[in-house]
Each structure stands twice: as structure tokens, then as C-alpha cells.
């Protein structure tokens, strides 16, 4: 059985300019185990998407469609029933680690809460595997660092405190949010690295959002490729590297420089500006870029539809010229 | 050979930092210390390094956007440490820069013919308003917006255009030298290579010198003739893009060359990695010696008592400052 599974996910978001889709149509499962990871630009409804399932929307966001965690609904729980569920069975890890870490508290009692309150465990015992557990992230002197404050610890240590803190019950399912984009290349592998650990070892599925296609080659089975707020490919992470079957998918491999091969002398540069979401055409979001544009593009929305490779692609064209 | 255009001698950049008691000294935090290099014309050079190893004080301070503590910066002869404000002032236009954060590099309030034709206004006051017009008419397509959009605001434009915009500003004064500052860094990913390529393309039409300073070492080894690594406000290493990818003589190059993820997935999962220990030590307290030996897999008591100089490696291009480049 699916761990997720999200179907006909829609998000709108209520603005003074009109109303906003951020996310339009969109359906995928993450199985137990699995690692997804998420592609689009900055405005492409993969960090909104994944606040909805959180059950985390900005006030002025509306959700249609469903979200199930383990079978069960989660569109329209309370926040009570929902608190049993986020930071337990999932949780989430966000690019400034200073959205999740309450800068006046030390870290030791935001981290023993957590316990505390979803296990019932006693103080002692949670600080003790509080303090496990950021050994296990690789803090090094753990139990003097457990007491003191977030902006004590460097960004990269700070980014490892909020991946202890995600993992502490254990969790089902850990959403990352672009966890390693502020951080330094150097720091980034570490924690890349801690990723690919913890899931062998503790089986925790991942979806991982992220600009950067290094990081989900390494990280990633599956792949989702987003695009004004619509799902452009999903496919294994060796179809979407080695056959992309979508133009824009295919775009952005062709543009990024790769550091292991001389690229030429010209980058192949996908033309034109992100899509506006609040203007955005009747039909496929990607036409006024897309190289391969013909009649039925401007128009009708391409539906997502099985792929050469085993994936799925929303685009009109039979295959990839 | 060719005269470099930018020679770039010891350069130091301190901030002083107050210390804990009332009256105890400042303690100066070496952002920049001791910085070597010369800019060829129509070169562009790299600099690459982790947040707070000065890459960007370092691109200030050549502009004297910031003041240098110590050392020397040489423009086509001249010394501009030593010229008076006035005079720097002139100088400035030959050199521009371009800023990471496209929108908050722009005046909300101007309209972008207006921001593209400050520098003339500041510079050339003889224009007149016609001539200026004509000049910001033609710098648009050349980085390619549409002339007709000179009367619009910054806020109506996206991330990549606002680069543009930043780029045909610091572009219209018809500069030798432009200082990139991240330039891409901020953008989408679809974004990055048409700004990349914009820059090429410049630089190739006016034979301009570009400085590209970026964390990004996959943009960098596309764009960069050269490439200096920098740490803690230090040279650790100096060579040609393709020779510092294939063959990197510092364990520091070597480990954030390995750090880099690359978007193939059979290569990148069997890829050997260098992983550094920690994180960046504090530059108000950098460790005696060679500075990286905190992090450094291969350091040893030598490292810690003597500061390695910057020496060459395999030809006279190719510097390197390690006491072990030959055994690592």
C-alpha cells in the first residue's frame, strides 16, 4: 500500500489580485521506503503542495482533492487530529532551519517537547534520546550542545539540529524542503549523506524538493518534474536523467553546465520567463517556451499520460523529436 | 606575453571587530589576507570558495567599494590605492558590478530607462537628454529586452529580466572590467544559462574582463578562464578552469570538487567523495598555519606551526598553497 497518495490535488490561494492556482490536478503516490524528488521552478506549487499535505496553508489557501497517509484522509482533519499525525509519522525539514527552531528556547526543550508530548515519554528518557539522536546527525559533543541555543550552532549544524528534531519519532515519511540550498557545497554532502544513511537504516521514505538535479540524482528513485503548479513528468530517476520524455524536463537538463564534462561552448538556454500563475493560458503552462509547441498546446491542457520509460508525461507530443 | 589589465598585489581587507572588555582592542576580523592575482584583458576569472571566505569582500575591496586595509590594486598601471577619491571616482567607470539579488539592486522607484542611464547622467554630464535616450535604446537589445519597456518598473519585471537590467546598467558606461557578484545565484534554474550566456556573449562582442564570483563550481568551470579558490581570505589554489577540475593539486579544491553533486545518477552514486569534517572556523579566530588544516584530511604538525606560501605547481599557471601538493 501506498504510504501517500494524492489525488486531483488542487490549491488556489484567495488574493486581493485575484485568485491564485498554485497547484492544479496533481496526483502521485510516495510508497513505504521510496525517495521522491520534487523539480520545478520557484513558483511551481512543489513547496505548497507538500504545505497542503502538512495541513500548513497560508489562511488565504483553499485545498480540493485528497490526501491519504497510511489510507487515512487527511484533507478536512482537525488540527488536533492532524497534530497526532505531522511531526510523527511525518514530518518536514524546511531550507532555513530558523522557521522550525524557536530562537528563545534552548534546543534541549524544544526537542524533549516533542517526545514528551507524542510518546509520553519521561523527561529524562526523552533527553536521552534527544541527545542520541543528534549524535546520530553528527553533532559533535551532543549532550553540551543539547542545552544550549539555536543561534549558537553554525547554519550547517542548525540544519542538522531541525533533521534530529524531524527524526525523532521516527518518522513514516520526511518532507524536505530544499534542506541543503543555503547551505555550502561542502556542508551540503554531509547532510546528503545523512539523508541516504538514515533512510537505510531506518526505512524512512523521503520526498525531497529541490532545484538542484545533482541532488536528486543522488538521493532520488523517483522523480516529479513540476511546472506552473502541474505535474510535467513523473518517472524513475533513470528515465528522467537518461530519456527525459517531456520538453521542459529535458529543457532543464540541457541548460545546467555539469562539472564532470567540458560542456560547449553555449549553454542551451530554455528561452523565455517563468509562468505567471495568476495569468496563466488555457492551455499546457509551458507552450510560450517550449520548443516544440504546435496547434493543440495554446489550448487544451495536456492530461497526464503513460510515458516511453514506464513514466508519465502531461504534453501532447506522441515522443521527443 | 600580454600586460594584465588588473594586477591585484598582498591586497588585505580587516574589519575591526570590538573586543569583550570596555577598553580591550579591536580585534581585526581578516576578511580578505593577502590576496594575489592579475586579470588578463578579455579573461574571466573565477573566484569560488564556501559563504565568508571573502569572495565578495574581496570583489568589493578591488573596486574599492570598501577600503582596503593593505596591499595593492593596479589598474592598466595605476595604482588606485594611492589616488585620490575624486580620481577613483573616474576610474570607476572603466569597472562596474553586478549584484546577486536582482530586484533589491534596483531603484523601486525609477523606471528602468532611468536606472540603465544613471551611470551616464553621473558620469557624462554633457549628454544631452537625447543622447542618453539613445544610448539606453540601444544597450536594451543588446541584453535582451525590448526597448519600448524602458518606461516600466522594476516590479514588473521577473527575477532573469531584473538581471538583465542590472547587467545593461553596468554595461552602458562601456566599462573594461565587469565584477559579477553571484550573478546567477538567485535565479531559476531555466534562468541561469540565458544569463550565463548573456555574459559570454558580452564579454566576446566588447572584450570585456569578467571577475565571476560564485559558490556554484559547475557555472563556474563553464564560464571561468581561470579559477582561484579561496579560503578563510586565502589563495589556496590558482589554475586554469580545466586544469583545476582535472587535476586540483589542493585538498581543499580537490574536496569541494567532489562535494559538487552531479545530475547523473549512475555516475554520482558511485562517485568517491571527500567529505570535510565541520564547518567553516570562525575567521575572527583562523587556525595557525595553513588555515584549512582544520579540515584538511591529510594535515600534520607542519601544517599548524608554518603558513604555506602560494607556489607554483605544475607550470607557472598553476599555484597552489599546500605544503603536500606533491604527495596528495
Known amino acids: ?321 | 606575453m600580454t600586460q594584465p589589465i588588473l594586477s591585484v598585489r598582498d591586497l588585505k581587507v580587516h574589519f575591526p571587530l570590538r573586543g569583550k572588555g570596555l577598553f580591550s582592542s579591536s580585534i581585526p576580523l581578516k576578511a580578505v589576507d593577502g590576496v594575489s592575482f592579475d586579470l588578463f584583458p578579455r579573461e574571466t576569472l573565477g573566484i569560488v570558495g564556501e559563504s565568508g571566505c571573502g569572495k565578495s569582500t574581496l570583489g568589493r575591496a578591488i573596486l574599492h567599494l570598501l577600503p582596503p586595509t593593505s596591499g595593492k590594486v593596479v589598474w592598466l598601471g595605476e595604482d588606485l590605492t594611492l589616488l585620490p577619491s575624486e580620481a577613483l571616482r573616474r576610474k570607476r567607470q572603466e569597472m562596474q558590478i553586478v549584484f546577486q539579488d536582482p530586484l533589491a539592486s534596483l531603484d523601486p522607484r525609477m523606471t528602468i530607462g532611468d536606472i540603465i542611464a544613471e551611470p551616464l547622467r553621473t558620469f557624462q554630464p554633457h549628454l544631452t537628454k537625447s543622447q542618453i535616450q539613445d544610448r539606453v535604446m540601444e544597450i536594451l537589445p543588446q541584453v535582451g529586452l525590448n526597448p519600448f519597456m524602458r518606461n516600466r518598473y522594476p516590479h514588473e519585471f521577473s527575477g532573469g529580466q531584473c538581471q538583465r537590467i542590472g547587467i545593461a546598467r553596468a554595461m552602458i558606461l562601456k566599462p573594461k572590467l565587469i565584477i559579477c557578484d553571484e550573478p546567477v545565484s538567485a535565479l531559476d534554474v531555466s534562468i541561469r544559462a540565458q544569463i550565463v550566456n548573456l555574459l559570454q556573449d558580452l564579454q566576446e562582442k566588447f572584450g570585456i574582463s569578467l571577475i565571476f564570483i560564485s559558490h556554484d563550481l559547475s557555472i563556474v568551470r563553464h564560464i571561468c578562464h581561470r579559477i582561484m579558490v579561496l579560503y578563510l581570505g586565502r589563495v589556496m589554489e590558482i589554475a586554469p578552469a580545466a586544469e583545476i577540475y582535472n587535476h586540483p593539486r589542493h585538498p581543499y579544491t580537490k574536496a569541494l570538487i567532489s562535494a559538487v553533486p552531479i545530475p547523473d545518477p549512475r555516475k554520482e552514486r558511485k562517485k568517491q567523495r571527500t567529505l570535510l569534517k565541520g564547518d567553516l572556523p570562525s575567521p575572527v579566530a583562523p587556525p595557525s598555519g595553513c588555515v584549512f588544516r582544520t579540515r584538511c584530511p591529510q594535515a600534520d604538525a607542519r601544517c599548524a606551526a608554518e603558513v604555506p606560501i602560494l607556489e607554483t605547481a605544475e607550470n607557472e599557471r598553476h599555484l597552489v598553497a599546500c605544503h603536500y601538493w606533491r604527495t596528495t
Not at chain 1, 501506498?2 to 496533481?26: C, K, M, Q, Y
Open chain 1, 1 to 321: 500500500m501506498a504510504l501517500l497518495e494524492v489525488e486531483n490535488l488542487n490549491i488556489r490561494f484567495h488574493t486581493p489580485d485575484g485568485e491564485v492556482a498554485a497547484a492544479t490536478n496533481l496526483s502521485f503516490a510516495i510508497n513505504e521506503g521510496d525517495s521522491l524528488g520534487i523539480v520545478g521552478e520557484s513558483g511551481s506549487g512543489k513547496t505548497q503542495m507538500f504545505l497542503a499535505i502538512m495541513g500548513l496553508l497560508a489562511k488565504n489557501g483553499s485545498v480540493t482533492g485528497s490526501i491519504r497517509f497510511q489510507g487515512r484522509e487527511l484533507i478536512g482533519l482537525s488540527r488536533t487530529q492532524l497534530n497526532a499525525i505531522r511531526g510523527v509519522d511525518m514530518a518536514m525539514i524546511f531550507q532555513d532551519p530558523m522557521t522550525s527552531l524557536n530562537p528563545f528556547l534552548r534546543v534541549s526543550r524544544q526537542m524533549n517537547e516533542i517526545l514528551i508530548e507524542h510518546k509520553g515519554l519521561s523527561e529524562n528518557d526523552a533527553d536521552r534520546q534527544a541527545i542520541a539522536m543528534l549524535e546520530r546527525v553528527g553533532i559533535p559533543d551532543a549532550a553540551r550542545r543539547y542545552r544550549l541555543y539555536p543561534h549558537e550552532f553554525s547554519g550547517g549544524m542548525r540544519q542538522r539540529v531541525m533533521i534530529a528534531m524531524a527524526l525523532l519519532c521516527r518518522p513514516k515519511l520526511l518532507i524536505a524542503d530544499e534542506p541543503t540550498t543555503a547551505l555550502d557545497v561542502t556542508v551540503q554532502a554531509q547532510i546528503l549523506e545523512l539523508l541516504t544513511e538514515l533512510r537505510q537504516e531506518v526505512g524512512t521514505s523521503i520526498a525531497m524538493i529541490t532545484h538542484d538535479l545533482g541532488v536528486i540524482a543522488g538521493l532520488c528513485d523517483q522523480v516529479m518534474v513540476m511546472y506552473g503548479g502541474r505535474v510535467a513528468e513523473r518517472a524513475s530517476a533513470e528515465t528522467i536523467f537518461y530519456h527525459p520524455q517531456h520538453p521542459y524536463t529535458q529543457g532543464l537538463l540541457q541548460s545546467v553546465p555539469r562539472l564532470d564534462q567540458k560542456t560547449e561552448k553555449r549553454l542551451v538556454a530554455i528561452p523565455g520567463q517563468p509562468p505567471n500563475l495568476q495569468k496563466l493560458s488555457a492551455g499546457c503552462p509551458f507552450t510560450p517556451r517550449c520548443p516544440y509547441r504546435f496547434e493543440p498546446c495554446p489550448t487544451l491542457v495536456p492530461q497526464l499520460r503513460p510515458a516511453a520509460g514506464g513514466g508519465f508525461k502531461a504534453c501532447h507530443l506522441e515522443a521527443l523529436p
